[in-house]
């Protein structure tokens, strides 16, 4: 979709992830932004280019970057593009775009607490030395505007900045009321559910947070919003029919949390890793880190819909 449509273009670059394909977007008022910025590889900055040219622009007409959040496929680029072209994200995206020593410690040390906590046994502790792998196709930037919950888009009255959160902590989405367009990022996929991801608290031995319970919350918060069309960082844009995909979703996630359940009143101490392996029992040993994240997640979840049962 290398043009323009209500103010709105599309480009496709390759990600060396298995995901895909990643949709980063351009959004032309007074102001150009560049929504979301590809993994950072070679071919994805040639065709970035390419397709920017086609739009009738330059890397240096970006007036400004906004990140929907911290994952490399969706900020690598941002490398590529001038120094001088500011950078706005959420603010729990800095400590992943601009990487510190004291950051990368931090994430070693609460993972290996996490990997002992759950059960995971000893063979599997080399996936501590590959969590962070993913992030050398990541920028390496400082955070120059933070953006939160009800702001404006500067540069652009018309969006609204939305806090997502449940795939990243740092997720944001663009709304524009008008006429109901989303910039999604990874909120909502047509083809795959989103995962949710788990990630060293702000401070050491800060609490965990809840990937899944959040983003719970903001499926339930988008059905409500009913955004006519979502453009996503990976598939199809969705152009009506937003309401009945999040239902989908939010079924799906319950049924997954009540096999959980069985397995716990067959057997109530199962440690995390045991329930991982029999949600995933494939999946766990080539995609350790996300089946782990999916199954706290689950427990997390079902100690969410408890309390809530509690308080109606
Ligand atoms: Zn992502």
Redesign the pocket.
């Known amino acids: 979709m290398e043009n323009w449509t209500n103010g709105i273009a599309q480009i496709t670059l390759p990600t060396p992830f298995e995901v895909g394909d990643v949709h980063v977007y351009l959004i032309k008022d007074e102001t150009i932004t560049l929504v979301d910025a590809g993994a950072l590889t070679e071919v994805a900055w040639q065709q970035f280019k390419v397709s920017l040219k086609k739009l009738g622009l330059t890397p240096e007409d970006i007036d400004q970057i906004v990140l929907t ?1 911290h ?1 490399p ?2 900020v690598g680029l941002v490398d590529k593009l001038p120094k001088s072209t500011p950078v706005l994200a959420h603010p729990n995206a800095d400590r992943w775009i601009f990487r510190t020593e004291e950051f990368k410690t931090l994430h070693r040390e609460t993972f290996t607490e996490w990997f002992e906590h759950f059960g995971i046994p000893e063979k599997f502790s080399f996936y501590l030395d590959l969590l962070l792998s993913p992030m050398d196709y990541a920028c390496q930037r400082k955070l120059d505007i933070s953006l939160t919950e009800g702001m404006t888009l500067p540069g652009h009255p018309e969006w609204t900045v939305l806090e997502t959160p449940g ?2 902590t740092s997720h944001i989405s663009l709304f524009r009321e008008k006429d109901g367009m989303l910039m999604g ?2 909120v909502l996929l047509q083809h795959i559910s989103s995962n949710p991801i788990l990630e060293p608290p702000l401070q050491k031995g800060g609490e965990r947070h809840k990937p899944l319970v959040d983003y719970i919350i903001t499926l339930e918060r988008l059905a409500e919003l009913n955004p006519t069309t979502v453009y996503p ?1 990976h598939g199809e844009i969705m152009d009506g029919g937003v309401g009945e995909l999040i239902h989908k979703r939010l079924k799906a996630q319950d049924d997954r949390a009540h096999k959980v359940m069985e397995m716990l009143k067959v057997k109530e101490h199962l440690s995390v890793f045991e329930i991982c392996k029999k949600l995933f029992p494939h999946a766990y040993k080539t995609q350790l880190p996300l089946t782990i994240s999916e199954t706290i997640g689950q427990l997390d979840y079902i100690e969410f819909v408890k309390n809530r049962g509690v308080q109606k």
């Open positions: 959040h994952h496929d969706h795939h990243a990022g990874d960082g």
